[in-house]
Each structure stands twice: as structure tokens, then as C-alpha cells.
């Protein structure tokens, strides 16, 4: 069974700051997602990476197969983006395997 | 609004006693996943289906949890004789057509149970 680990587990940031939140897997993958999950439950699928960069907005997510890691990285943090980051990753047909996930509180 | 639905979003209930949480998802999601959520944790796999047959369920399903999905589209999750241990956030996501290409998911707002 694939191990996620997601680091830091809180992260306090002040607007505007450019923040990262890293993902480290242990088994070999097709496809990594970057979910954001706000208070009350509801979760948003951000990205899906099978290799490379992806860019959305002041988002920004990496992956490096031969490493078995991604990063997302937010650009011109602001109190909005304050929710949990939750890093999981997928091979074929398999369900997801979740990260714990990573706090972020974005203080104005 | 990722247009998949569940009810109810909040259910306390005492031990002992059954809880049936319903999903409804996108029409074109033929493929529907059950989650659980404990706090500070990620999602933990339940059981999934594809249309109407249920394909895995995780040996986190006991015997007391059971999932339905008549039909294909909407799908329920039963838990009978619950305990303490099974409070927790129960999450749906569903995925089909276009989205089965890119990976995405999509997710409901959850249901919440807490066991007394």
C-alpha cells in the first residue's frame, strides 16, 4: 500500500507570502491530486499530475516521478486560501491514497 | 457546488442504532466512491462502484456497514449497530465521462456522524 506523507502538517503564513506544502509518496504512481478542503467538509479537486507543472491562478503544483514528490506552491497568499491541502495519489483503476493532509491559516 | 449531493450532512445518533447516508451524484458519474474522514486525518477508502456493481471495499468495512447503489445512479451507505468509534465525516465522490480522462473528483460536502 502506497505511504503519503504530506509536510509541514500546519503552516501559518502572512498575506502574501509565497507558500509551498510538500507530498512524498513510496510506491510508484499514475497520477497525483492536490485536493483543498475547507471547514464543514467540502473538498476541491485543484490539480491532477501525472508528470511535470501545472498553473492555476496563484497555484502552482510539481511532481517528480524519480523522486516520488510534488510541491504546491501559492503565490500572493491571501486569507481565502486558508483550508487543509490534501495531497493524494492514484495508480490505474486503485482508489486514492490520501494524505493527512496540510493546515494553512493565511493571516491578513 | 460540485453538484453531488448528500444527506443528511449532519446526524447524531446513540449507540447502538442504525444510520443510512444517502449520495446522489452527477448524472454522468459512473463511477461513485465512499470515503470516511476521522479528524485530522485524510480520507480513508470505503468502497466503490462502478454503474450499479460494487467493484472493492476496504477491509475498514465491517460486516455492520453495507452500500447500495440501485440502478447506478444514487447510493447509500448503512451502518447498523453503531459504535463510538464509527463517528466521523462519511464523504461521496463520483467521477465518469470527460472527468474518468483527467482523474478529477468530485466531491460532496459530506455527511457527519456522531456516535453518542
Known amino acids: 500500500k502506497n505511504e503519503v506523507e504530506q509536510s509541514p502538517q500546519n503552516l501559518t503564513a502572512q498575506e502574501g507570502e509565497f507558500i509551498t506544502i510538500n507530498c512524498s509518496y513510496s510506491?510508484?504512481?499514475?497520477?497525483l491530486h492536490w485536493l483543498q478542503q475547507h471547514p464543514g467538509g467540502g473538498i476541491v479537486s485543484l490539480f491532477m499530475?501525472?508528470?511535470g507543472k501545472k498553473k492555476h491562478g496563484r497555484l502552482i503544483a510539481t511532481i517528480n516521478i524519480q523522486e516520488k514528490h510534488s510541491s504546491l506552491h501559492i503565490t500572493a497568499s491571501h486569507p481565502r486560501d486558508s483550508a487543509v491541502y490534501i495531497c493524494?495519489?492514484?495508480?490505474?483503476?486503485?482508489?486514492?491514497?490520501f494524505g493527512k493532509g496540510t493546515r494553512l491559516s493565511v493571516i491578513a | 457546488d460540485t453538484g453531488v449531493s448528500q444527506n443528511p450532512r449532519h446526524k447524531i445518533t446513540k449507540r447502538g442504532q442504525n444510520v443510512t447516508f444517502r449520495c446522489d451524484p452527477i448524472?454522468?458519474?459512473?463511477?461513485l466512491y465512499w470515503y470516511r474522514q476521522t479528524l485530522g486525518q485524510g480520507p480513508e477508502f470505503l468502497t466503490y462502484?462502478?454503474?450499479?456493481?460494487?467493484?472493492?471495499k476496504s477491509r475498514l468495512l465491517s460486516d455492520r456497514f453495507s452500500a447500495e447503489r440501485p440502478k447506478g445512479s444514487f447510493s447509500t451507505l448503512e451502518i447498523q449497530r453503531t459504535e463510538q468509534g464509527d463517528s466521523a465525516m462519511y464523504l461521496c465522490?463520483?467521477?465518469?465521462?470527460?472527468?474518468?480522462?483527467?482523474?478529477?473528483?468530485?466531491f460532496g460536502e459530506g455527511s457527519r456522524l456522531t456516535v453518542l
Open positions: 499530475l501525472s508528470s
Open positions: 465522490a463520483g467521477t465518469g465521462g470527460a472527468s474518468i480522462l483527467t482523474g478529477e473528483l468530485f
Open positions: 448524472s454522468e458519474h459512473n463511477r
Open positions: 493524494a495519489v492514484g495508480s490505474g483503476n486503485t482508489p486514492l491514497v
Open positions: 462502484f462502478q454503474n450499479e456493481a460494487q467493484l472493492e
Open positions: 510506491v510508484g504512481i499514475s497520477a
